[in-house]
Each structure stands twice: as structure tokens, then as C-alpha cells.
């Protein structure tokens, strides 16, 4: 059986975005083991959206998996995809933006994205490893690298262009400059991290939410069980009959934004599609709304006495 999607039109370019997404990050990072099978079984369930970057090392088994999906007809023709990745920071150069997303091109064997994110508002030497070392953070040139996102448009590379974990401060100094503004904006959300300024003022600007690690990260470098060990999520879910995972996405969803998920268990990957059936409560979602608040991703790797961000607050600019 293959579930049915929605999906709500991004901004003012017309495109549409599915409201749930199939992430393909693993840690460690590259840990790509049988991708290809599951996308091919996530293509089979009805999934659309999928998600990768750069840095996760999964382009390559996605895109043998989409060449798989529609030799076998899984899918009509490409443009029932919506295939999303992301410029790694050390490629956040004006001049290295084109060949880095030429390719991840390459690896997914495409020829446009339908979006292409920046993922971090941050810039390493282009030599920089993952992890970075101090004399690798250099000073983040927003509106020059911007200026190379948008001629990924302009070339017909990437349908839509956004940004990753900026803060309302960041994207209104983007805004501000940007001839072709960011669709979207994907960060870090879920009941125990509601993001509700950057929501509300996303939607003041015309900038898409999506949202990344909505039960909370587990599995990463900084990920947690605070959502999923959450007492009022758990009562919710047992009253409900659903898991967490379905409360938490149906929460996301009603908050009008879209969710990268990822799970590569089989049964879990058709349990999180069943979300759009049934609705939460009034009450229910007040109860959500009051669960006490703490960031999860604190990207301590990118905060430095000698780099452009001292601390969490100047990097998040006190938005914590």
C-alpha cells in the first residue's frame, strides 16, 4: 500500500513541498549500509521527499536508488521526486558553491535539485574535516556565498534555495539583501524544541519551516531521549493509541510545517505515515504547548574564542 502525502505550495515560486520527508543521515556519518533497499522501500510506501547533504555521504546510494525507483517504474518520471541536499560549510565559498552542488549532481545522478539548502550559517577552509580544528573557522560572508546559491537557480541546478539552523536574526539580514529569498528554512523541532518565534516570524516573511530531528535527535553526536522519555507525549500517545513517533509527527504537521524523518526500520517507516487521519486536541495540544523547552543541537564544534562564534548564544544570536 502507498500512503498519499500532502503537500503545501513554498512561498512565491509556486513549488510544492511534501509535509513529510525521508532523511538519509546515519551516524557515524557514512554509514550508508543497505540505503538503497530502503529507499527503495520507503519510494514503495508512498514516501516522495527524501533528504541528504554532502557531509551525510549518502548522496551516491540515493541516487542509485532513484535510477532503481524509476527503471522499475516505482515512480512516472523524476518530477514525482522531491529530492533536497545541502552545501557543506567548507564549500561555503562564493566560488565553490556551483562545483560542489554540480557534484552532489554527480553523486545523485540528477540534473537539478529541488532544493538545495546552506547547511549551516558557517564557512571552513575548504581542506577542513567534519570536525573542525580552530584555524579552520573562518568568518561567514552571508551575501556573497547567497549570491552563489542563487545562481544555482539561475542555471537551472536547483529548483528552490534555502538555509539551514539560521536564526531570525540571520535570515532577516539574508532577507534583506537576497534578490531570490530562501524557501525555507530547516531546523531543529519538535514538542520539546518548538522553535514558535522563528515559526511565527517565518510566516510573517513567507519562508517555509522544516523540520529536522523531530523526536529529538537520537542516534547523533547530540541528539537525547528527552522527547521520547517525555511523560506528557508518552499519556498522549497511551490514550491514543499511537506511538510517540506518530504524536510527535502529528504535531509537526499541524504546526503547518514540513518534518524530515528517518527511520530504517520497516515497520516504523509505515507507522510514521499513518499521521494524517486523525488530529489532536484541543486540550492535547495545549498540553504539548507547555512542556519545558531545551535545544538539542548546540554545535559546540563551531564555537571558538578564535572563530566568528564565541559562544552558543552569539551563534543561535541569543534565540536559545
Keep these: 500500500m502507498a500512503y498519499n502525502i500532502p503537500q503545501l505550495s513554498m512561498g512565491s515560486n509556486g513549488k510544492s513541498i511534501p509535509l513529510l520527508g525521508f532523511g538519509t543521515a546515519e551516524y557515524p556519518l557514512g554509514n550508508t549500509k543497505n540505503l538503497k533497499e530502503i529507499v527503495l522501500r520507503a519510494i514503495e510506501l508512498g514516501y516522495r521527499h527524501f533528504d541528504t547533504a554532502a557531509v551525510y555521504q549518502s548522496e551516491k546510494p540515493l541516487g542509485e536508488a532513484i535510477a532503481e525507483a524509476l527503471k522499475l517504474g516505482l515512480v512516472k518520471s523524476r518530477d514525482n521526486l522531491f529530492i533536497t541536499s545541502k552545501l557543506w ?41 567534519i570536525l573542525p580544528k580552530e ?57 520539546v524544541w518548538q522553535q514558535k518565534k522563528l515559526r511565527e516570524f517565518c510566516m510573517e516573511k513567507g519562508v517555509h519551516v522544516s523540520a529536522y530531528s523531530p523526536l529529538g535527535g537520537r542516534g547523533t553526536a547530540w541528539g537525547s531521549n528527552r522527547v521520547m522519555d517525555c511523560e506528557v507525549l508518552h499519556q498522549i500517545a497511551t490514550a491514543r493509541g499511537k506511538t510517540i513517533a506518530q504524536v510527535c509527527l502529528r504535531w509537526a504537521y499541524e504546526q503547518g510545517v514540513s518534518v524530515i524523518m528517518k527511520s530504517f526500520n520497516h515497520e516504523r517507516m509505515e507507522q510514521n505515515l499513518r499521521i494524517f487521519d486523525w488530529s489532536l486536541s484541543p486540550e492535547e495540544l495545549q498540553k504539548i504547548s507547555q512542556i519545558p523547552q531545551v535545544r538539542g543541537c548546540t554545535l559546540l564544534g563551531f564555537i571558538s574564542d578564535k572563530g566568528p562564534y564565541k559562544s552558543i548564544e552569539e551563534f543561535w544570536d541569543c534565540e536559545i
Design 135 to 191: 584555524e579552520d573557522l573562518l568568518p561567514f560572508e552571508m551575501e556573497s556565498v547567497w549570491e552563489g546559491m542563487e545562481e544555482c537557480v539561475k542555471l537551472g541546478l536547483a529548483k528552490c534555495i534555502g538555509v539551514c539552523n539560521f536564526s531570525c536574526k540571520k535570515l532577516d539580514k539574508l532577507l534583506a539583501t537576497a534578490k531570490i529569498p530562501p524557501a525555507v528554512d530547516q531546523v531543529e523541532m519538535n514538542p
Design 89 to 129: 560549510c567548507n564549500d561555503a565559498h562564493r566560488e565553490r558553491v556551483i562545483p560542489a552542488l554540480r557534484n552532489s549532481l554527480r553523486n545523485l545522478q540528477l540534473e537539478y535539485l529541488d532544493l538545495y539548502l546552506l547547511h549551516w550559517p558557517m564557512t571552513l577552509r575548504p581542506e577542513a574535516e
